[in-house]
């Protein structure tokens, strides 16, 4: 085959020989590089969730030290309940962005690369999207539930320290405060909106309406 062949010419596929060769090369190269990343993503959210979990002993001291307080005192330092919910906010929106980056990522590698490397060689390959969607191997609700445990880290204590400031501080908290705790429950519905929405058990969705062609 002659090695100028263009590679926006669906016809001549699958290459063969050198062209083959380089092309997969190429491919495998980039999925690699590709794969590293998605596995810097994942380091990324465990360390996230590891920092959540730290701050969970820091939290109980705090709020046993605010409970322990004299009943005319307490209502004062039942503030510092508050700042809890915006640290663990955060937490859930960097959890969120290192979940949307590894779903972006295998969406090229499933509906991007994938096809281009199946065209070039000629067989339907990197499956593992498509296995994830159809294997009865696991409960898929169980899975998805499973998965969605996670973000208790980031829920749980936001919704505790919520709960237990309008416990302590009551109705009477001031114009401040109060805006305070509405801002950290609006962040709270927030982060339990991205436990829903972003899905990663859910695998990467394929995208039938790519045409080869315009991928080559």
Same mark, same amino acid.
């Given at each position: 085959?002659?090695?100028?062949?263009?590679?926006?010419?669906?016809?001549?596929?699958?290459?063969?020989?050198?062209?083959?060769?380089?092309?997969?090369?190429?491919?495998?190269?980039?999925?690699?590089?590709?794969?590293?990343?998605?596995?810097?993503?994942?380091?990324?959210?465990?360390?996230?969730?590891?920092?959540?979990?730290?701050?969970?002993?820091?939290?109980?001291?705090?709020?046993?030290?605010?409970?322990?307080?004299?009943?005319?005192?307490?209502?004062?330092?039942?503030?510092?309940?508050?700042?809890?919910?915006?640290?663990?906010?955060?937490?859930?929106?960097?959890?969120?962005?290192?979940?949307?980056?590894?779903?972006?990522?295998?969406?090229?590698?499933?509906?991007?690369?994938?096809?281009?490397? #199946?065209?070039?060689?000629?067989?339907?390959?990197?499956?593992?999207?498509?296995?994830?969607?159809?294997?009865?191997?696991?409960?898929?609700?169980?899975?998805?539930?499973?998965?969605?445990?996670?973000?208790?880290?980031?829920?749980?204590? #936001?919704?505790?320290?919520?709960?237990?400031?309008?416990?302590?501080?009551?109705?009477?908290?001031?114009?401040?405060?109060?805006?305070?705790?509405?801002?950290?429950?609006?962040?709270?519905?927030?982060?339990?909106?991205?436990?829903?929405?972003?899905?990663?058990?859910?695998?990467?969705?394929?995208?039938?309406?790519?045409?080869?062609?315009?991928?080559?």
């Amino acid at each position: 085959m002659n090695s100028s062949t263009s590679l926006g010419s669906a016809s001549k596929f699958p290459l063969q020989g050198d062209e083959l060769t380089a092309a997969t090369s190429a491919l495998v190269a980039e999925y690699a590089s590709l794969r590293e990343e998605i596995g810097r993503h994942q380091h990324h959210q465990k360390e996230i969730m590891q920092f959540g979990y730290a701050i969970l002993p820091v939290a109980a001291v705090i709020a046993v030290a605010i409970v322990g307080q004299s009943p005319d005192r307490l209502r004062a330092y039942a503030y510092g309940l508050l700042v809890f919910p915006l640290i663990y906010g955060v937490l859930a929106a960097l959890f969120t962005d290192r979940t949307f980056r590894l779903m972006w990522v295998g969406d090229y590698l499933h509906n991007h690369l994938r096809p281009r490397m #199946s065209t070039i060689v000629g067989l339907n390959i990197w499956l593992w999207e498509d296995y994830r969607r159809r294997s009865r191997l696991f409960n898929r609700t169980a899975v998805t539930l499973l998965d969605r445990t996670r973000w208790l880290v980031f829920l749980g204590p #936001s919704f505790g320290c919520i709960l237990a400031f309008v416990i302590i501080a009551g109705r009477d908290i001031g114009l401040w405060l109060a805006l305070w705790l509405v801002g950290d429950f609006f962040i709270l519905v927030l982060s339990i909106w991205a436990m829903f929405f972003v899905n990663e058990a859910g695998g990467v969705p394929d995208r039938s309406d790519l045409r080869l062609q315009d991928l080559i």
